[in-house]
């Protein structure tokens, strides 16, 4: 294992520690380092709060600042943060609207925000996302995975709480984009958590995971390499089969950390040209590493149905680490 480290130990708190140095003018780290928040908080918004396990950056931190999250929780590598984690950015963040979580669909991050809203003292709401179609259940998971669908519910959801929606507002519209959301992933390789110093899986080189999850979870099945326009095919049909629809759409091609641009790029052209053979439209677009799993070799798809008013509060303004457009 190579890695860009002093040691696994104070791996997260001195990379918590560059990202609040390098981002100063939108973020502040909170004390211990139990989140990051927004430095210039609005008045009266509903306060968006996400959070999980490192190794997926930019998710969640990077997309903390105007137009998305207010703070983001991280906890150690692919593991969840905790309640008093939570619990402390929602009595930073909450301005008097409120606060809402949105959690990806993994057991620990689940009952760690459960917790964290029953100890709350004002109004908080969940919105939880389960876009992955790979597989129904996993021994993460009670029902799908919350995947890089995620960034699209933070992203919409934000725009609209700073557009002025209310808490009740924000989390019906997270919860319709959810529902509107599907993605799969493909692994080309393993990732390598620091601590455990070798691949999370075996694979061989003329392999590949179809359906793979984003801390490495076994996907629909091993198969061997095949093409990138044969990739696109089988995720493509899976996605439109499980949307059941057609009509306008975000085609979000996301890498897992150790894949090209020019190969998501490539990836993306694939899809596109597929999901409109199916009367899938994609008139918003997104590329690049924005939900990684370390140094994952390989990509997912997102796919999320768009009307006149999700796709307005896309294009609103936002400034983030990862995103920003309109400012």
């Not at 990202?19 to 909170?30: I, N, P, Q």
């Not at 927004?38 to 959070?51: E, T």
């Not at 984009?177 to 393993?190: E, F, I, P, Q």
């Not at 801390?215 to 089988?234: N, T, W, Y």
């Amino acid at each position: 294992m190579k890695k860009l480290m002093n040691g696994t130990d104070t791996m997260l708190a001195e990379s918590l520690d560059g990202f609040a140095a390098a981002h100063g003018d939108l973020v502040v780290l909170g004390p211990e380092r139990k989140f990051v928040r927004r430095k210039s908080l609005k008045a009266g918004k509903p306060a968006l709060i996400s959070g999980g396990g490192s190794g997926h950056e930019p998710l969640h931190a990077g997309f903390v600042g105007f137009g998305m999250l207010d703070a983001a929780c991280p906890g150690q590598v692919f593991t969840s943060p905790t309640p008093d984690q939570m619990l402390e950015a929602a009595e930073v963040a909450d301005t008097g609207g409120g606060v809402l979580f949105i959690v990806k669909n993994y057991e620990g991050d689940v009952m760690n925000f459960d917790m964290a809203r029953e100890m709350a003292s004002g109004s908080v709401a969940t919105v939880i996302t389960n876009d992955d179609v790979a597989v129904k259940n996993s021994s993460y998971t009670t029902g799908r995975r919350g995947v890089a669908g995620t960034l699209v519910v933070e992203r919409i959801a934000g725009a609209a709480a700073e557009a002025g929606a209310d808490l009740a507002a924000v989390k019906a519209l997270g919860d319709a984009v959810n529902a509107a959301t599907r993605s799969m992933g493909v692994a080309l390789s393993s990732c390598t958590v620091p601590a455990a110093g070798k691949p999370t899986f075996a694979i061989a080189g003329d392999e590949m995971e179809m359906g793979v999850g984003i801390h490495g979870e076994p996907g629909r099945r091993r198969v061997k390499l095949m093409s990138a326009d044969a990739i696109a095919d089988e995720m493509v049909t899976a996605i439109a089969a499980d949307l059941n629809g057609t009509g306008d759409a975000l085609l979000l091609v996301n890498g897992f950390g150790g894949t090209p641009l020019m190969e998501l790029y490539l990836m993306y052209h694939a899809a596109a040209e597929r999901l409109k053979a199916r009367g899938i439209r994609p008139i918003r677009s997104l590329v690049g590493n924005y939900v990684t799993s370390l140094d994952m070799a390989g990509c997912s798809l997102t796919v999320t149905m768009l009307d006149g008013k999700t796709a307005a509060l896309w294009d609103s303004p936002v400034h983030t680490p990862a995103l920003r457009w309109g400012m």
